[in-house]
């Protein structure tokens, strides 16, 4: 029998330290860490997330002159290729999820099972058999963050998942998206909306996450990740059976091939608690206490 790849696959909101813990992973000797493996399509063809570093590979190359990706993509990147699970996350299905947390299963599964949902689990699949020939490591790391994009992974034929389930208090995910998006001018979403936004997305992760089995899933807050790197990185080796390593006091892209992510990943960081929001809140008495309340949902 043909021994299964293992994939580590990171779930989380966006603005909640996937970057960082996937920066982190990617340090041990036996991952090999691709980043947003559900953008790859968008980085091939210059659309969607990945404008600020012109959709290229962290090793500055375009996808398809990357030494390592050019291999991979060998005789699979083709007119229907696609690496993104399709769903809208404020549909019925979705609302039901969140409200209704005892049919998740059900609900959730809608998403993955359409024929276009299939065909694109069946290309995961594939892209994940090249990535673990190309990069013979024992672990291949995956920081898409989306939650129903985990449950396609977990689907893949070949695939061995196991599941991080990354949280961070809404607040602070709150503000670093306003920031984000002002920065970029994107969205003229204003912090509740944002909140409450961010509130109904944990909950559709948190019922995903909860669809999958137990020995393969773990869950970690950032300001744990953050604070106490060693001790999140020994909770994750010793669950997922990894070899436990020392956690580099930075974070920096060494000699990685990875795609996506926060636009702060080229630049090299001391690993330390982002605190800076919460000068956010004050004098926003109101918007701090539901989020507290929020954060207890």
Not at 112 to 124: A, M, N, V
Request: proline letters at 2%.
């Amino acid at each position: 029998m043909q021994k299964k790849i293992n994939i580590i696959y990171i779930i989380s909101d966006r603005r909640s330290g996937s970057t960082l813990l996937e920066n982190i992973l990617s340090k041990s000797g036996e991952t090999v860490s691709v980043g947003e493996l559900a953008m790859l399509k968008g980085h091939i063809e210059k659309d969607g997330q990945g404008e600020l570093w012109n959709w290229n590979c962290s090793c500055r190359q375009p996808i398809m002159q990357c030494t390592f990706w050019s291999k991979v993509l060998a005789g699979i990147y083709d007119d229907s290729f696609e690496t993104k699970i399709k769903w809208f996350y404020k549909s019925l299905n979705a609302l039901y999820t969140a409200v209704l947390p005892g049919n998740a299963k059900k609900n959730l599964l809608r998403f993955i099972h359409t024929p276009e949902s299939i065909d694109t689990t069946k290309r995961l699949n594939t892209i994940y058999k090249a990535l673990a020939n190309v990069s013979t490591k024992n672990f291949i790391v995956d920081s898409s963050k989306d939650p129903i994009q985990a449950l396609a992974v977990n689907e893949c034929e070949d695939v061995d998942a196991k599941f991080i389930w990354l949280s961070r208090d809404l607040r602070a995910i709150t503000v670093s998206k306003l920031r984000r998006w002002y920065i970029n001018k994107r969205s003229d979403k204003k912090a509740l909306e944002t909140l409450t936004d961010s509130l109904f997305y944990k909950k559709i992760c948190g019922a995903a996450f909860k669809t999958l089995d137990k020995n393969n899933i773990i869950k970690i807050a950032y300001e744990m990740l953050a604070s106490n790197p060693q001790e999140a990185l020994d909770a994750i080796c010793t669950k997922f059976s990894l070899q436990k390593y020392k956690v580099p006091a930075y974070m920096e892209l060494v000699n990685d091939h990875t795609i996506a992510g926060t636009p702060g990943r080229f630049e090299r960081k001391l690993i330390t608690a982002d605190n800076s929001w919460k000068a956010f809140y004050e004098k926003r008495f109101a918007l701090n206490a539901l989020g507290k309340f929020f954060n207890s949902l």
